[in-house]
């Protein structure tokens, strides 16, 4: 499902015109990453938690050249669904 498929759907549900909906979809899709951007995790009950992983700091092989680098410590975004979710997806 593409974001204009979601688009099209909540629009057909709700009655509301497409431009608005994606207007309303952008600013949510805008807010979760500024949130990440600083850090923060968000949490929507009944659906899941979109967080920050921090990976830690970690030697690499690079197999081309026969060398070791290592990857610095770095945070990632990652989706935790809620476990109601889940378990429905099963």
Do not use: C, W
Not at 8 to 34: C, D, H, P, R, Y
Not at 58 to 63: D, P, T, Y
Request: glycine residues 4%.
């Amino acid at each position: 499902m593409t974001k204009a498929d979601i688009v099209t759907e909540i629009a057909k549900s709700t009655g509301i015109e497409k431009v608005q909906v994606l207007t309303v979809v952008e600013a949510f899709m805008e807010s979760v990453k500024g949130s990440l951007i600083q850090d923060e995790n968000v949490y929507l009950r009944g659906f899941g938690s979109f967080i920050v992983k921090k990976r830690a700091q970690k030697v690499a092989r690079n197999i081309s050249k026969n060398t070791t680098i290592t990857i610095p410590e770095h945070n990632i975004p990652a989706f935790k669904p809620a476990k109601s979710f889940a378990e429905k997806v099963k």
